[in-house]
């Protein structure tokens, strides 16, 4: 392949890695405005994550411009680019991680998180949904005169019918959409794309200051 084509894949691969930051800060800003269910999905520690792995993206982008306009002899900027990016994959896998778990403990998760939300807050999921409770009509149950929940002998009476009547089903239906389309994994595409077209115009220009100094041994011109 030749070194223009690898530095078509590079730029591409620059401008997706720049894209994946901006993407990464702007879902960081957005998950963390006051909503209820944003606010129970992504912790405090999530966002900051993100936007760690936003801002850390953005700078890789900016490296690998610089790295790109140095002279072909000078790859140093290209190596320092490949360290960044080593660093860019340790901390999607890190989130990208983190997040997969708790996927997978959604159910038992948002017990806690339910648990621990103001009364009006329950309320406001329990009307919503038109359920009581989490696993069960009585367990963190906010009974406030007025609502589905009006009385704890009707979130009691719940218990002796369908699961659907729990807030565990609607809740965990709701945010597993967000988990699932919130793909953190994705990010590796342009993180492993950029290091394999660094590492591709390391080893080009290599050749191309290698020949260089063959031709010039020999006295000739346009040996490359």
Same mark, same amino acid.
């Given at each position: 392949?030749?070194?223009?084509?690898?530095?078509?894949?590079?730029?591409?691969?620059?401008?997706?890695?720049?894209?994946?930051?901006?993407?990464?800060?702007?879902?960081?800003?957005?998950?963390?405005?006051?909503?209820?269910?944003?606010?129970?999905?992504?912790?405090?520690?999530?966002?900051?994550?993100?936007?760690?792995?936003?801002?850390?993206?953005?700078?890789?982008?900016?490296?690998?411009?610089?790295?790109?306009?140095?002279?072909?002899?000078?790859?140093?900027?290209?190596?320092?680019?490949?360290?960044?990016?080593? #660093?860019?994959?340790?901390? *999607?896998? @890190?989130? /990208?991680?983190? !997040?997969?778990?708790? &996927?997978?403990? %959604?159910?038992?998760?948002?017990?806690?998180?339910?648990?621990?939300?103001?009364?009006?807050?329950?309320?406001?999921?329990?009307?919503?949904?038109?359920?009581?409770?989490?696993?069960?009509?009585?367990?963190?149950?906010?009974?406030?005169?007025?609502?589905?929940?009006?009385?704890?002998?009707?979130?009691?009476?719940?218990?002796?019918?369908?699961?659907?009547?729990?807030?565990?089903?609607?809740?965990?239906?709701?945010?597993?959409?967000?988990?699932?389309?919130?793909? #953190?994994?994705?990010?590796? *595409?342009? @993180?492993? /794309?950029?290091? !394999?077209?660094?590492? &591709?115009?390391? %080893?080009?220009?290599?050749?191309?200051?290698?020949?260089?100094?063959?031709?010039?041994?020999?006295?000739?011109?346009?040996?490359?």
């Amino acid at each position: 392949m030749e070194l223009k084509h690898t530095y078509g894949f590079y730029a591409l691969f620059t401008l997706m890695t720049l894209a994946g930051g901006a993407i990464a800060i702007a879902f960081s800003i957005i998950f963390g405005q006051s909503d209820l269910f944003f606010n129970m999905i992504f912790s405090r520690t999530d966002l900051t994550s993100g936007l760690i792995l936003g801002i850390a993206m953005a700078a890789t982008a900016v490296l690998s411009v610089f790295a790109a306009v140095q002279r072909n002899h000078n790859t140093g900027g290209l190596v320092a680019l490949n360290w960044m990016l080593l #660093i860019d994959f340790v901390i *999607v896998l @890190v989130v /990208g991680t983190r !997040l997969w778990f708790f &996927s997978l403990r %959604q159910r038992a998760e948002f017990f806690n998180i339910y648990a621990a939300l103001p009364p009006a807050s329950r309320v406001q999921i329990q009307d919503m949904f038109s359920c009581c409770g989490y696993f069960m009509g009585n367990d963190s149950t906010a009974v406030i005169g007025t609502g589905f929940c009006a009385n704890a002998t009707f979130a009691d009476t719940l218990n002796a019918t369908v699961s659907s009547n729990f807030c565990v089903t609607p809740i965990t239906a709701r945010t597993d959409y967000t988990l699932n389309n919130t793909s #953190i994994y994705a990010y590796m *595409v342009p @993180v492993i /794309g950029l290091f !394999l077209a660094s590492l &591709s115009v390391i %080893q080009q220009r290599s050749e191309i200051e290698r020949f260089k100094k063959i031709d010039a041994k020999r006295g000739g011109r346009g040996f490359v």
